[in-house]
């Protein structure tokens, strides 16, 4: 496996993660990336890198952003996240990955791609039901502008510094699992 392939995996993998907090902000960043030939997709998913496709996820961005501060739209759109995040998820990671056989990219992405978006997704989502419940709403312009703002950032280090990407990956679903852990006690 060369230095490639590994990167173009940890690329892959931390845009998934970003998936799970905003489906369109991570397929816009690699859209941007592929456009301004900053990365170099898989030859099938060149598209993504068309004007055409930059502006339709650029707009779809915009659009997804400003929908989760409207009160009640952003429950309504945490109930598809989480399947549109694993499509999501396989996507970015079949688009990014370099060198490998279909039958092992497609595994990397259905479990590592598709499996991380909806971890993330999925604790994002019961965070905000949370917050609905406990604050009435009140809370949840500042649940959305950290999970922007995490997609955002995410994204961007997982185009420039996808070591470091992986990492942080780690690291929240580390977090995620700590949180689960916690909340199956309390249940209990």
């Given at each position: 496996?060369?230095t490639?392939?590994?990167?173009?995996?940890?690329?892959?993998v931390g845009?998934a993660?970003?998936?799970?907090?905003?489906v369109?902000?991570?397929l816009?960043?690699?859209s941007?990336a592929?456009?301004f030939?900053l990365?170099?997709?898989?030859d099938s998913?060149q598209w993504?890198?068309?004007?055409?496709?930059v502006?339709t996820l650029g707009?779809a961005?915009?659009?997804e952003i400003f929908a989760?501060y409207?009160?009640?739209?952003?429950?309504?759109?945490?109930t598809?996240?989480?399947?549109?995040?694993a499509i999501?998820?396989?996507?970015?990671?079949?688009s990014?990955?370099?060198d490998l056989?279909p039958?092992?990219t497609?595994?990397?992405?259905?479990?590592?791609?598709?499996?991380?978006?909806t971890?993330v997704?999925?604790?994002s989502?019961a965070t905000?039901?949370?917050?609905?419940t406990?604050?009435?709403?009140?809370a949840?312009?500042?649940?959305?502008?950290l999970?922007?703002?995490?997609a955002?950032?995410m994204s961007?280090?997982?185009l420039?510094?996808?070591?470091?990407?992986?990492?942080l990956?780690?690291i929240?679903?580390?977090?995620?699992?700590r949180l689960?852990?916690?909340?199956k006690s309390?249940?209990?």
């Amino acid at each position: 496996m060369t230095t490639e392939t590994i990167l173009s995996i940890f690329l892959g993998v931390g845009l998934a993660a970003s998936v799970g907090f905003r489906v369109f902000v991570p397929l816009f960043a690699l859209s941007l990336a592929a456009h301004f030939n900053l990365w170099e997709l898989n030859d099938s998913w060149q598209w993504i890198g068309s004007l055409t496709a930059v502006v339709t996820l650029g707009v779809a961005t915009i659009v997804e952003i400003f929908a989760y501060y409207i009160p009640l739209v952003d429950n309504l759109l945490d109930t598809i996240a989480v399947p549109l995040a694993a499509i999501a998820g396989t996507a970015v990671m079949v688009s990014t990955v370099a060198d490998l056989s279909p039958v092992i990219t497609w595994a990397l992405a259905i479990i590592a791609g598709a499996g991380t978006a909806t971890a993330v997704a999925g604790t994002s989502s019961a965070t905000r039901l949370a917050s609905t419940t406990t604050t009435a709403s009140v809370a949840n312009p500042v649940i959305s502008t950290l999970e922007t703002g995490t997609a955002i950032v995410m994204s961007i280090i997982s185009l420039f510094l996808p070591v470091l990407a992986i990492l942080l990956v780690i690291i929240i679903l580390f977090i995620i699992y700590r949180l689960y852990k916690k909340f199956k006690s309390t249940k209990t």
